[in-house]
Nanobody, 121 residues
Framework: QVQLVESGGGLVQAGGSLRLSCAAS????????MGWYRQAPGKQRELVAT???????NYADSVKGRFSISRDNAKNTVYLQMNSLEPEDTAVYYC???????????????WGQGTQVTVSS
């Protein structure tokens, strides 16, 4: 059984910072891309940032220059450093990972349970 467990969400004032973490646990063979998505009330879930196993990041235009994604492959953990937060960043943030449980198993996509980020004006 694989679990992605997020932490680090909370309430922050506009202009502030938060750091999200997501640790993957379970019988994992290897992890390919990891990333963060978010869903605001009444809106569809959207990509925030992804990172390859080699460390190459990709960002949504709305967060470029403010957010930074990184990962620690030894810990199966992905991070999202969020700076200069804006009220528009308020959402539930979800961790996502493509991983294999063994060399013989196919690549599968997993989601975390989400962590709330609220930015007050």
């Amino acid at each position: 059984q694989v679990q992605l467990v997020e932490s680090g969400g909370g309430l922050v004032q506009a202009g502030g910072s938060l750091r999200l973490s997501c640790a993957a646990s379970g019988s994992i063979f290897n992890i390919n891309d990891m990333g963060w998505y978010r869903q605001a009330p009444g809106k569809q879930r959207e990509l925030v940032a992804t990172i390859t196993s080699g460390g190459s990041p990709n960002y949504a235009d709305s967060v470029k220059g403010r957010f930074s994604i990184s990962r620690d492959n030894a810990k199966n953990t992905v991070y999202l450093q969020m700076n200069s937060l804006e009220p528009e960043d308020t959402a539930v943030y979800y961790c996502n990972a493509d991983l294999k449980l063994s060399i013989f198993r196919p690549l599968r996509n997993y989601w975390g349970q989400g962590t709330q980020v609220t930015v007050s004006s």
